[in-house]
């Protein structure tokens, strides 16, 4: 089941943008308990069997960040959506990003370090985000284009460097289950 099919049969009163940047904000902290908190921060925590679909969801959002091939994509409205709205849904995304790695415990102010703390910190300047630019329209969607795949890229460079495999190669920690 897909993220989509499942935020339309749950009737979430939260955005779809919202909903998958909270759960990629709890994966990119690799939250032992994603499943579960992302769960209670639907208010859904109660969902009669939400393993099946849940567990898919999860998984997929998981896969899509650790890929090499770089599919992840935000879920943002299409571009036949007014650029406002666009603008506003992607800062939006940003927000609801840093909700998710605060539902985790990652604050960016005194948990994070080197290039998390950056896009952590790039993030939050994009929770400002404003759509009123003295730019052509070809100009603005190209400008709105660049910032979607700054996002994109930037939550699978977050979710690489804060895999626990990373930080113990990082400090130098020989772990035999790190390659």
Known sequence: MMLNDFFQSQNIESTLSDVQAVLVGLLCAHSPKARETWLHYLSL???ADPNANVEAIVSEQRQQLAAED???QLLLPDDDTALSDRVEALTAWCQSFVT???LAGIDGESSLKGECKEIYDDLMSMTHADASLDESEEEAEAAFAELVEFVRVAAQLFFAQQDPRMIQREEGNNVP???
């Open 45 to 47: 925590d109660g969902l």
């Open 70 to 72: 770089f599919d992840f």
């Open 100 to 102: 998710g790695l605060g």
């Open 177 to 179: 289950w790190v390659s």
